[in-house]
């Protein structure tokens, strides 16, 4: 209702104020988070499993999930296993030369990591779309 002017539904004022107001940095980090967790779904079967091979860590458990300064999700590998640089091996491939003689052959990575980017990024534009909705629906006081 319209009183000169003036908005009386504070109800409907409020809750357009909670929306101008935009993400917090939790819940960015929030959305951020399910949406990596969907690429970290799909990567985990690609990573090959050793099983001869009596391991303290293996690739497919280190897996983390690390929230940046700008609130977004970065997945990575644990620095206490440090399997990054293996993982790389595995992924992008090696040149298995020594000393820079050519007695080697190149060998060819699994390229997990790209094939899971490829594979995930329809999903995951739909977790945050989703979650992103869920947020602005709780703001809006559609509970």
Request: charged share 35%; aromatic share 8%.
């Amino acid at each position: 209702m319209s009183d000169g002017g003036k908005t009386s539904d504070v109800g409907f004022t409020s809750a357009l104020d909670k929306l101008a107001e935009g993400l917090s940095y939790d819940e960015l980090f929030e959305v951020n988070k399910k949406t990596a967790q969907v690429f970290v779904d799909n990567v985990k079967p690609m990573i090959p499993e050793r099983d001869n091979v009596n391991e303290k860590y293996h690739l497919r458990e280190s897996l983390r999930i690390e929230r940046q300064k700008n609130n977004s999700a970065r997945v990575g590998f644990d620095k206490k296993t440090k399997k990054a640089a293996v993982s790389r091996f595995i992924n992008d491939g090696w040149d298995s030369s020594w000393k820079n003689k050519r007695n080697g052959k190149k060998i060819e990575g699994l390229h997990f990591w790209e094939k899971a980017a490829q594979e995930s990024e329809n999903k995951m534009n739909e977790t945050m779309t989703e979650e992103v909705k869920k947020i602005v629906k709780r703001k809006a006081g559609g509970a």
